[in-house]
């Protein structure tokens, strides 16, 4: 049986590696709120209204104080119950700094020690979501961030001024010989060839660009309506067609460069045959075609992963603890 005939202050406390003032957002603003208190609707002023619905039954009180960055109160009472009534009990959250670190102490005063056990439960589990969702709220802000940049990187793709002129390489596709000019469904189209890791001194199909290939697979129709997309091998035709037959690549266009100089001119390949993850893009201008962007996977000093957005794969296994690690796909 509950006892109502004593009262006690329920005090918990958590450490968060985060600036004060962050950490105090997540006490007023209602959308953080409910990433570790649940369902809240709140008032954050002096009298304004707080309420926690839990469905059964609701928390509801009013703000006493509100002082940024250092704490704020609150009155607290259960709907429809003689134990906890609304207006009966104050929650006092206080911050202060530790270094690099916040420590936030939750006071909870007023409570029965009955009440009291079950509200340090709950109020337990509340603030062992704090951490992990201001952790989640920064790392947000690092990927709004990482993503804005990526757009200002794309105009400046965009904005390049007009490449080199290439030749109207003859490729072997396996219908027979096509040419550069020939990959181009429209004039006004561009033309985006992968450079894949396979013939000459590469014996076997690189895993990782047959990975990328499979998943360029599921999406060559989509791609097709903006852009002609190519992959090129320095394998030859026989050689293409058994590996286009092992991944099933039906809407694939997979060309062979064995017979020419393409991949070593744009730069997938050295003189000697070794490759690398490559890509380039074409447009057909006034003056002949011409190269209107080329990427590896080697970007200066030792940094090799330089054409990774062309795989959701990586992105989804760095959404992960363990990451990519050294992971590479398994050959069919």
Known sequence: MTDTTSSTALILTERIRAPRDLVFDFLIDQEKLRRWMGNVTVDPTPGGDFLLDMGDHCATGEYLTIDAPNSVSFTWGWDHTEAVPPGSTVVT???????DETIVELRHDGLPLGPEDEHSVGWTRCLDLLPHEIALATLRSAELALMLDRERVAQLRRDLPPGRAVSN?????PDGDVTLSDLFTDDNREVVIYHFMFGKLQETPCPMCAMWADGWNGVANNLSERIDFVVATSGTVDENN???AA??????????AANNSFKTDIGGEDDVGRQQPFISVYEKTPEGIRLSYRGGAHIEGDHWRGVDLLSPVWHILDLTRGGRG???PTPP
Do not use: E, N
């Not at 959250?93 to 270094?99: A, P, Q, V, Y």
């Not at 390489?169 to 596709?173: I, R, S, T």
């Not at 991944?247 to 062979?256: F, G, N, Q, Y």
């Open 169 to 173: 390489y003859a490729f072997k596709g």
């Open 247 to 256: 991944h099933d690549w039906r809407d694939l266009t997979v060309v062979s």
């Open 242 to 244: 058994q590996l286009v």
């Open 93 to 99: 959250i206080s911050l202060s700094s530790d270094g």
């Open 326 to 328: 050294d992971w590479m």
